[in-house]
């Protein structure tokens, strides 16, 4: 029986072929995405051991809380208390030390020379260093150290990108203003030309100190030991002579910590990008069955003739089996190699997106190999046991018959098994988003999939209205189209396992579409009645940027309200959460607040925090309690709540005055500067005004109300592009489904091809009737996947409805296009079946000897 | 003009010859074969299995290339034409009807019998498409898909599909291959008619001498060689020349 299997599978190389290839390119997805990651992490792990590969141990303040990894965000991401600098004395004194520097750093904006725009990889830092002359935590390639304060020395990286070697002169914009320096020296960190993908400027330190606000003052102490001297012990050593507030730990420690977040921040990115991986290993799944079930149909006469000479139905049942391991194991096998290539592919879709993810060397472990093996073989295997079970029904007398296997499963069963399947998996994503399960995220993603689970069970019933529906332009016109359409209707079941993975992709496209234009109409709503400004200013980018800017801007007398905005992270209520920082005498004429109880101007009191509606309703605070918050800088402070007011896109939870802010935070930069023309001012002239500003600010880009808004679509727009690559794949391999599909159908139809052939059908003909059977089925799952993903959009967009997306939208033209495409896609899938049944010998079409 | 049309010849091959594999393995199906059909006449080829008998059916229709010799339909020399041309010929001067896979099931009973004019975009000649659809007595089962129609029905569709486009000429290769004698013998009945009441030309291959008997002219197969001819069979006299031929 064994060999018979395996006959079996190399008689049809090319069937194997094409059902594998669903396998190869999910398994690839997850290779890909594990090598991928696998390899940044390996990256990020490598260079912090090289950026503190000099030092032995680092003096730091305590930290109250790990602000953890914030979003785009231009400057070190830790909040710490500045170190005096007094203490880098009390440091080289203690016995061991060999040498120890202050270090300060801050967000430093290079500007290239020869085009004028601002140096930056992608969303990556811009980072503005002092020179560690001792610790050397970025290595001279050539040059020297910045010597005086109008020199630096720059990264590598953006040395070769934008043709800077020692001498060149580049602005360098830091929170104090831009400034033009001479290129000192160019440096390197290990082997990385920069780190990360961030710039990096050094000064030295007491330039630094003064750009980046940190007068007297240190951010961190690199201490390197004598020879001989334990890292631990020195540490502890270090630690005794430390004023309070601060730490002395091993750099090693050091390194580790950073790389432990840079993995977490990479878990994140692996999952999603498993996510999609494993939508394309689902399709694939739909892919594996049909075929099998489709093979399994046509080989009734052969396994009937094994029943026939002895099989048992175990043995029919174990051969198929073995036929889809076999099949599952070669095609995971060979997705490996597939996903080391997709790794390079996803790479270099992020960094097109401008999310740089630095690689060395392929890092392929062993857990990937394993994990990508037992996931694709699991897969097939699972997929071809419904059909290995239908084979093991085959009856020893069909041996003699010719047609195929009689549907054995009843329409009721069917109905309600799909009806069961349909509704759990609603159930399951309804709970999920309103019930506010604790791993809701897994429950969502269960539920869907088992909803499309159950419409694929369900769909054979409409596939045939369907198909005729869809099909209905080409009934009457010509013979090709007839046929195609009657081809497309006459196997419901088969016509919808096909255009089922179609649908499950469409499915998906259409959920992220529909969500999207949601997001964007609430947030075009939004803005509309949020911003009174004339004007917003935001970094490219947004990365703050800075505060001399809105100060510059307050001196011209052709602009009315100028109003700096800011944001950090503070601990409330044993939460992190973003802290606004406004001024309350401008930000009324820039924004709209809708206060619920309370006033913005109760924030000129400096211990007053007004609140979101959401945080008071969760915490049950009213205006007038006192709350507590923890700063980094300044420890815990107690504020009275002066307002609540109702959901705000800008301030988010909480917010304080500028003045409240300075005094509990170190970084002083802008995220926005909201601002208005001055009355009776024209505003082609404030903008006039504004520009002449911001000239000194290339990192700051200036936008009208909306300007600001299409940036904001921009940005969900390109978040959507790159969930529509992502999702590329499921859909490609849906595609597959359907040229196997089709091949296998007409494999069935030799005879009748052939009939049609020697009556006189031309190739042109019968290639157009696959077509059109390729594109009914296409544009069949593309319909069906639409109306899921319509339904999926609007449960999503219900259930956000109270965090700002309060608005559904269906982009019209793109669900027309979606369909478009789906036939188009269907064209494409019919090119190898339309050739081969073209190609098709009548004569041996037509022979029954 | 009666006469003369009897004995227009509708196809004819000269020295046909067809030859499979090569050196040792060569098989000649068709040795040198010169045979004329006469228009509005019925022929059935006779031969043992092997004979060549649906070879040449095969090369005579269009549907198989010779080694070498000549084909024609009317004055068209098949030989010269390109596979397009010979779909065009086959949509419009020929008629076949084989013995099992003759219908697509997707189609109905009426769909099938104009299929060869659906696919030249043509619309069928009512009044011929009637007459045809009662001499074939189905009018009651023009809705009706194949899966619906018994063996004997479905081979009259096929034969009422050979001969509604008005064919040069009708091949039929073994017809009444899969039916019972009762069917088999309308069936036969219906290719008669067509001959003797609307001038249809038609060539039917067939080792079964109850159905050569309903011919106008039999003409005999071995080894790729016509051996031998018969003219006003009855099934008696074809067992009789059989046997003869076998001895």
Request: aromatic share 6%; net charge neutral.
């Amino acid at each position: 029986m064994l060999r018979a299997t395996i006959k079996s599978l190399l008689a049809r190389k090319l069937r194997l072929l094409l059902t594998a290839l669903a396998i190869v390119l999910g398994v690839g997805f997850v290779a890909g995405t594990l090598v991928l990651t696998d390899t940044a992490t390996a990256t990020f792990d490598r260079l912090f051991g090289d950026i503190y590969a000099g030092t032995d141990v680092v003096v730091q303040a305590h930290s109250a809380f790990e602000a953890g990894i914030a979003e785009g965000s231009g400057g070190p991401t830790e909040e710490r208390n500045p170190i005096p600098e007094q203490v880098l004395e009390q440091v080289r004194g203690v016995d061991g030390v060999r040498g120890a520097d202050g270090d300060v750093a801050g967000y430093a904006q290079l500007i290239d020379p020869t085009t004028d725009d601002t140096i930056q990889n992608g969303q990556a830092p811009t980072l503005g260093n002092s020179w560690d002359p001792n610790t050397t935590t970025a290595t001279l390639r050539a040059g020297k150290p910045p010597p005086s304060s109008d020199q630096v020395a720059i990264d590598a990286a953006t040395a070769a990108d934008h043709h800077l070697s020692i001498g060149s002169r580049v602005r360098v914009i830091t929170q104090a203003g831009t400034s033009t320096y001479t290129v000192s020296g160019i440096v390197g960190f290990g082997d990385s030309d920069n780190l990360a993908g961030a710039t990096v400027t050094i000064f030295d330190l007491a330039t630094a100190q003064r750009l980046f606000g940190r007068e007297g003052t240190l951010d961190h102490i690199y201490v390197v030991a004598d020879r001989g001297v334990n890292d631990t012990q020195l540490a502890r050593r270090i630690d005794a002579v430390l004023p309070k507030g601060f730490e002395a730990v091993t750099a090693t420690d050091v390194a580790t910590q950073q790389a432990q977040n840079t993995a977490q921040a990479l878990g994140f990115l692996r999952t999603a990008l498993l996510v999609f991986a494993f939508v394309s290993l689902f399709v694939g799944a739909f892919i594996i069955f049909n075929t099998f079930n489709i093979i399994v149909t046509q080989r009734t006469q052969e396994l009937g003739l094994y029943r026939a000479i002895g099989a048992t139905s175990r043995q029919v049942l174990t051969s198929v089996l073995i036929e889809s391991l076999v099949t599952g194991l070669v095609a995971s096998a060979v997705g490996l190699g597939v996903g080391l290539l997709l790794a390079k592919g996803l790479q270099g879709l992020f960094s097109l997106l401008g999310f740089d993810l630095p690689t060395t060397t392929m890092q392929i472990r062993p857990r990937t190999v394993v994990v990508s093996l037992l996931v694709g073989t699991a897969i097939t295997v699972v997929a071809s046991v419904a059909p290995a079970r239908r084979a093991a029904r085959v009856a020893p007398i069909q041996a003699l018959r010719e047609s195929g296997i009689v549907q054995s499963v009843s329409v009721v069963r069917r109905a309600v098994t799909g009806g069961l399947v349909t509704a759990t998996g609603i159930g399951l994503v309804l709970d999920g988003l309103f019930g506010g399960p604790s791993n809701a995220a897994a429950i969502v993603g269960f539920g869907a999939a088992s909803t499309f689970l159950g419409a694929a069970l369900l769909s054979p019933f409409v596939a045939r209205p369907l198909a005729a529906w869809i099909g209905a332009p080409f009934r009457s016109r010509t013979i090709s189209g007839k046929l195609g359409r009657q081809n497309a209707m006459r196997n419901p079941r088969r016509t919808a396992s096909t255009s089922a993975a179609l649908m499950i992709g469409l499915g998906l496209v259409t959920f992220i579409a529909v969500f999207a234009a949601s997001l964007k109409a609430s947030v075009s709503a939004i803005l509309d009645e949020t911003i009174r400004a004339d004007f917003i200013l935001t970094g490219t980018q947004f990365t703050p940027f800075s505060s001399r800017l809105a100060q510059d801007l307050a001196t011209r007398p052709e602009l009315g309200a100028v109003s700096p905005f800011r944001q950090n992270a503070a601990k409330i209520a044993g939460g992190v959460v973003f802290l606004s920082g406004v001024d309350p005498a401008t930000i009324v004429r820039t924004t709209n607040i809708q206060m619920v109880s309370g006033s913005v101007a109760s924030l000129d009191n400096p211990s007053t925090i007004i609140l979101s509606r959401n945080v008071a309703r969760s915490h049950g605070w009213q205006t007038g309690d006192t709350i507590s918050v923890l700063f980094n800088k300044s420890g815990r402070q107690t504020f009275t709540i002066g307002g609540v007011y109702e959901t705000n896109e800008f301030l988010n939870d909480y917010a304080v005055s500028l003045d409240a802010y300075d005094r509990n935070f170190t970084g002083l930069l802008d995220s926005i500067v909201f601002v208005t023309a001055a009355d009776g001012v024209r505003i082609d002239r404030a903008r006039d005004a504004i520009a002449a500003v911001a000239r000194n600010y290339p990192n700051v880009d200036v936008h009208n109300q909306a300007e600001f808004k299409q940036q904001s679509i921009d940005q969900v727009n390109q978040i959507l592009v790159l969930v529509f690559v992502l999702l590329l794949l499921a859909v490609i391999i849906s595609l597959f489904g359907i040229v196997n599909t089709l091949s296998l159908s007409i494999y069935e139809r030799v005879h009748e091809i052939g009939l049609l052939r020697a009556v006189g059908m031309s190739r042109v003909q019968v290639r157009r009737m696959i077509r059109v059977e390729a594109v009914i089925i296409a544009v069949l799952g593309a319909v069906l996947g639409i109306v899921i993903g319509l339904v999926f959009g609007w449960v999503m967009q219900r259930s956000l409805s109270d965090v700002g997306i309060d608005r559904f939208a269906v982009p019209y033209g793109q669900l027309v296009a979606f369909i478009l495409a789906a036939a188009i896609l269907g064209v494409g899938a019919a090119i190898f079946p339309a050739r081969r049944a073209a190609r098709l010998d009548v004569l041996a079409a037509i022979a029954y000897e | 003009m009666q006469t003369e049309q009897r004995t227009d010849v509708a196809a004819r091959a000269v020295d046909l010859t067809k030859q499979y594999g090569s050196g040792d393995a060569r098989v000649v199906a068709l040795d040198a074969v010169s045979v004329e059909f006469e228009r509005a006449a019925f022929t059935a080829i006779m031969g043992p299995s092997g004979s060549g008998k649906s070879t040449l059916l095969h090369c005579m229709a269009g549907l198989d290339a010779p080694t070498s010799g000549t084909v024609f339909i009317g004055d068209i020399d098949l030989t010269s034409l390109s596979e397009k041309q010979l779909t065009l010929l086959r949509r419009e001067k020929v008629g076949f009807v084989f013995q099992t896979f003759n219908l697509v099931p997707t189609l109905t009973a009426a769909e099938n019998i104009t299929l060869p004019l659906d696919i030249a975009g043509e619309r069928p000649e009512t009044a011929w498409f009637d007459q045809v659809v009662d001499t074939v007595g189905l009018r009651d089962r023009l809705s009706h898909r194949p899966s619906e129609l018994s063996g004997g029905q479905q081979q009259r569709v096929a034969g009422a599909r050979a001969l509604v486009s008005r064919p040069e000429i009708v091949y039929a290769d073994e017809p009444t291959g899969n039916l019972d004698s009762r069917s088999g013998a309308e069936l036969l009945g219906f290719l008669r008619d067509a001959v003797d009441e609307h001038r249809q030309t038609i060539v039917m291959v067939t080792h079964d001498p109850t159905a050569a008997g309903y011919a106008d002219r039999i003409v005999f197969l071995a080894d790729g060689r016509i051996v031998n001819e018969m003219l006003e069979p009855t099934a008696q006299k074809v067992l009789d020349r059989m046997k003869s031929l076998e001895e």
